[in-house]
T-cell receptor, first 114, second 113 residues
Framework: AQSVSQHNHHVILSEAASLELGCNYS??????LFWYVQYPGQHLQLLLK??????LVKGIKGFEAEFIKSKFSFNLRKPSVQWSDTAEYFC????????????FGSGTRLSIRP | EPEVTQTPSHQVTQMGQEVILRCVPI?????FYWYRQILGQKVEFLVS????????KSEIFDDQFSVERPDGSNFTLKIRSTKLEDSAMYFC???????????FGEGSRLTVL
């Protein structure tokens, strides 16, 4: 069965620090990959997605993620975080052959110190 | 910008009662989903729905749960006899293509006493 691992449960950074959140998945077939963000009190929103092509994808608000197939990873990065990036970040994976189910990781809570 | 809407935003119910959570997906979307998030835990897949039938469901989605698209706009999740462990935030989502970006509603918080 598919699974998604986010090893960082809570990350605390100061403003302007660089960010990298890890995401690994367990499925060996063709996958679509997503990062969602949940700001306090709000619903889940898409940050970025990878379906095919350039493994380095850019999303909203300066976020990017790199798909490394050999490592089954899709880490999220941002060179300089802001206080407004405080949120919960979820990696999600969809097995293309099972079009109807997207599996989420357990989430990483990001706290930014002003 | 079109959005997914969910009602109620918060429902408190007694154990054993039936609950219906309602969702209005984005109008041109064809794929519908329910997820839940128990406080402090991960977002868990419950069920996906396409063409008026369930496409896939998780082991959480047992006989106590059902989904329905009663008309052209609503998508409902019914819990027949709620248990304490059903307390969670329930998110509805829709997409226009399979495996595509999910658009989420703001969630319905269910508290079972």
């Amino acid at each position: 069965a598919q699974s998604v691992s986010q090893h960082n449960h809570h990350v605390i950074l100061s403003e302007a620090a660089s960010l990298e959140l890890g995401c690994n998945y367990s499925y060996g077939g063709t996958v679509n990959l997503f990062w969602y963000v949940q700001y306090p009190g709000q619903h889940l929103q898409l940050l970025l997605k990878y379906f095919s092509g350039d493994p380095l994808v850019k999303g909203i608000k300066g976020f990017e993620a790199e798909f490394i197939k050999s490592k089954f990873s899709f880490n999220l990065r941002k060179p300089s975080v802001q206080w407004s990036d405080t949120a919960e970040y979820f990696c999600a994976v969809n097995d293309v052959s099972s079009a109807s189910k997207i599996i989420f990781g357990s989430g990483t809570r990001l706290s930014i110190r002003p | 910008e079109p959005e997914v809407t969910q009602t109620p935003s918060h429902q408190v119910t007694q154990m054993g009662q039936e609950v219906i959570l309602r969702c209005v997906p984005i109008s041109n979307h064809l794929y519908f989903y329910w997820y839940r998030q128990i406080l402090g835990q991960k977002v868990e897949f419950l069920v996906s729905f396409y063409n008026n039938e369930i496409s896939e469901k998780s082991e959480i989605f047992d006989d106590q749960f059902s989904v329905e698209r009663p008309d052209g706009s609503n998508f409902t999740l019914k819990i027949r006899s709620t248990k304490l462990e059903d307390s969670a935030m329930y998110f509805c989502a829709s997409s226009d293509i399979p495996s595509g970006e999910l658009f989420f509603g703001e969630g319905s918080r269910l508290t079972v006493l």
